[in-house]
C-alpha cells in the first residue's frame, strides 16, 4: 500500500507561482513514476506532467508546458510541481498519483495510475 499526501496549494494571483509537493510512503520512492493530474467541476481529469522513476524524463500536458516544472527527490520520497505565470485556467484540485509497476516510465493515462492522493486545490484569481 502507498500513501500519498499533496501539499502547497492555495490561492494566488494571475501570473503568480505555487510550488506543490507530494509525499509517498510505503514503497522504495526510486523505483516509480509519478504524475500530477488536475480536475474542475464537471470536467474530466486532466495530465498535467510525469515524471520517470529515474526522473531522467518527464513530460507536459499542452496547457502547462513552459510554466510548469515537475521533480522528485528520492531521498526525501517527494515529488515536485512547480508553478509559474499561473492563469485562471489553471484553477483546480491537483493530485499525484503513483504507478505500482516497477521501472517503467509515466504516462498521460489516470489509467495506469495505482494510487492516488487526496488532492490539494489551487485557485487563480485574475
Known amino acids: 500500500q502507498v500513501q500519498l499526501e499533496e501539499s502547497g496549494g492555495g490561492l494566488v494571483q494571475a501570473g503568480g507561482s505555487l510550488r506543490l509537493s507530494c509525499g509517498a510512503s510505503?514503497?522504495?520512492?526510486?523505483?516509480?513514476?509519478m504524475a500530477w493530474f488536475r480536475q474542475t467541476p464537471g470536467k474530466e481529469r486532466e495530465f498535467v506532467s510525469g515524471?520517470?522513476?529515474?526522473?531522467?524524463?518527464?513530460g507536459y500536458g499542452n496547457s502547462v508546458k513552459g510554466r510548469f516544472t515537475i521533480s522528485k527527490d528520492n531521498a526525501k520520497n517527494t515529488v515536485y510541481l512547480q508553478m509559474s505565470s499561473l492563469k485562471p485556467e489553471d484553477t483546480a484540485v491537483y493530485s499525484c498519483?503513483?504507478?505500482?509497476?516497477?521501472?517503467?516510465?509515466?504516462?498521460?493515462?489516470?489509467?495506469?495510475?495505482?494510487?492516488w492522493g487526496q488532492g490539494t486545490q489551487v485557485t487563480v484569481s485574475s
Open positions: 515524471i520517470s522513476w529515474s526522473g531522467r524524463s518527464t
Open positions: 498519483a503513483f504507478r505500482r509497476t516497477t521501472y517503467v516510465g509515466f504516462t498521460s493515462d489516470m489509467r495506469d495510475y495505482d494510487y
Open positions: 510505503g514503497r522504495t520512492f526510486s523505483r516509480y513514476s
